[in-house]
């Protein structure tokens, strides 16, 4: 079982950039595919970008619109989110998550909060 730690989560203004992290346990890190998801005050938890885990294949959500790049790093355990131009609507907690045989595992959550 992996355990996930976000971080990086913080407080900018709209337009600002903001480069969140997801540190990541176990030896296995390069057999998950790895995701973010965010969930708003008063709204369901919703797919933010997800990369594979080993051509590192991206997929982005429509928000995204060219604003934020997945990645990761299999030597350092990490998975990171990238976020750009940020909106006032992108405020959320943001979680990690690690998904291997179709589960999903997820961190603690960080918040971002942009204010405009």
């Known amino acids: 079982q992996v355990q996930l730690v976000e971080s990086g989560g913080a407080s900018v203004q709209a337009g600002g950039s903001l480069r969140l992290s997801c540190a990541a346990s176990?030896?296995?890190?390069?057999?998950?595919?790895m995701g973010w998801f965010r969930q708003a005050p008063g709204k369901e938890r919703e797919f933010v970008a997800t990369?594979?885990?080993?051509?590192?294949?991206?997929y982005y959500a429509d928000f995204v619109e060219g604003r934020f790049t997945i990645s990761r790093d299999n030597d350092k355990n990490t998975a990171y989110l990238q976020m750009d131009s940020l909106k006032s609507e992108d405020t959320a907690v943001y979680y990690c998550?690690?998904?291997?045989?179709?589960?999903?595992?997820w961190g603690q959550g960080t918040q971002v909060t942009v204010s405009s």
């Open positions: 998550g690690a998904m291997t045989r179709l589960k999903w595992y």
């Open positions: 176990g030896r296995t890190f390069s057999t998950y595919s």
């Open positions: 990369i594979s885990m080993s051509r590192g294949r991206t």
